[in-house]
């Protein structure tokens, strides 16, 4: 167990819909990352948060947005979903973000889109 | 960040040294190389991390060569549990910022009974 909690396990939903998922960081850790892994793409960082504050941008789409709350936990949220949207969302943290911080591991979210 | 090269899979009996090698010619000066390794779908896990000396804690050991250019993850007694997806990333310390982990296609390892 990583300490890093994310909700919901498993999100089904249609085209064009919006979902949210949501993430908790180890007690402590300040910066929150997100990660898309599907089939063809492999693991690959969205975006990164630190205090609240947008720190870097990896392969998001402008169809998804994220941000991180005074509690530090943050939300992914993903609009006009596509079937190619369907793929296992993964949060991470660390304490500071700094480049050589280990990041931890969140159980993910499976989303899938019909 | 240096790009890796791994084996896209491996095997190994179980009870023996799982031995994974990682090709990392690129690397510089002050870049780490970490291993993170994945479940089935479960959320990555990190193993350990090193900048130029050999590295050991509980779950596993890292050798670095001594020009940096490659090293290898060991796990010294594979279990049947040890069967995952194992990545080798290159990892650059950067003071004024950050950014995500570039995950390759990693080393798939299967422990054999």
């Known amino acids: 167990d990583s300490g890093v909690t994310q909700t919901p396990k498993h999100l089904i939903t249609a085209t064009g819909q919006r979902v949210t998922l949501r993430c908790s960081p180890r007690?402590?850790?300040?910066?929150v990352y997100w990660y898309q892994q599907s089939l063809d793409q492999g693991l690959q960082f969205l975006i990164q948060?630190?205090?609240?504050?947008?720190?870097a941008k990896g392969n998001i789409l402008e169809r998804f947005s994220a941000q991180q709350f005074p509690d530090l936990h943050s939300e992914l949220n993903l609009s006009s979903l596509e079937l190619g949207d369907s793929a296992l969302y993964f949060c991470?943290?660390?304490?500071?973000?700094?480049?050589?911080?280990?990041?931890?591991f969140g159980p993910g979210t499976r989303l899938l889109v019909l | 960040d240096a790009k890796t090269t791994q084996p896209p899979s491996m095997d190994c009996a179980e009870g023996r040294a799982a031995n994974l090698p990682c090709n990392h010619s690129?690397?510089?000066?002050?870049?780490?190389v970490y291993w993170y390794r994945q479940i089935h779908s479960q959320g990555p896990q990190y193993i350990i991390h090193?900048?130029?000396n050999n590295e050991t804690n509980e779950m596993a050991s890292l050798i670095i060569t001594e020009d940096r250019k490659s090293s290898t993850l060991i796990l010294p007694h594979a279990t049947l549990r040890d069967t995952a997806v194992y990545y080798c990333?290159?990892?650059?310390?950067?003071?004024?910022?950050?950014?995500?982990?570039?995950f390759g296609k990693g080393t798939h390892l299967i422990i054999q009974p």
């Open positions: 991470a943290s660390s304490v500071e973000g700094w480049g050589k911080e280990t990041q931890y």
């Open positions: 007690s402590g850790d300040l910066s």
């Open positions: 948060y630190y205090n609240g504050e947008e720190r």
């Open positions: 690129t690397i510089s000066g002050n870049e780490y």
């Open positions: 090193g900048l130029k």
């Open positions: 990333i290159v990892r650059g310390y950067s003071g004024g910022g950050a950014d995500g982990l570039t």
